[in-house]
């Protein structure tokens, strides 16, 4: 059993910054990987960033590239997700997931909104 839990989200004005926090526990190994993914209404969930458990290799959406970071804490099995120059196209529900590989999750949180206004 895996639970996510996602915080963070809100409403930012474009060029602002949030910092999103997932906080897994459960049986999460270390060939497991964290990631974050959003989702807009009408639209498939798309892959933003991920992290390996172990090691420190980052995975990122090229429309992230350079404006996002993702971090962890092993301690306290935290995934982060640094948002920086946020853009209106940002707007989304966010969702934590646990997944085998960097693109493929099979275990979501409950997702957590960020609105980015003009």
């Known amino acids: 059993q895996v639970q996510l839990v996602e915080s963070g989200g809100g409403l930012v004005q474009a060029g602002g910054s949030l910092t999103l926090s997932c906080v897994a526990s459960g049986r999460i190994y270390s060939s497991h990987c964290i990631g974050w993914l959003r989702q807009v209404p009408g639209k498939e969930r798309e892959f933003v960033a991920s992290?390996?458990?172990?090691?420190?290799?980052?995975y990122y959406a090229d429309s992230v590239k350079g404006r996002f970071t993702i971090s962890k804490d092993n301690a306290d099995n935290t995934v982060y997700l640094q948002m920086n120059n946020l853009k209106p196209e940002d707007t989304a529900v966010y969702y934590c997931a646990l997944g085998t590989n960097p693109y493929e999750f099979f275990n979501w949180g409950q997702g957590t909104q960020v609105t980015v206004s003009s």
């Open positions: 992290i390996r458990k172990s090691g420190t290799r980052t």
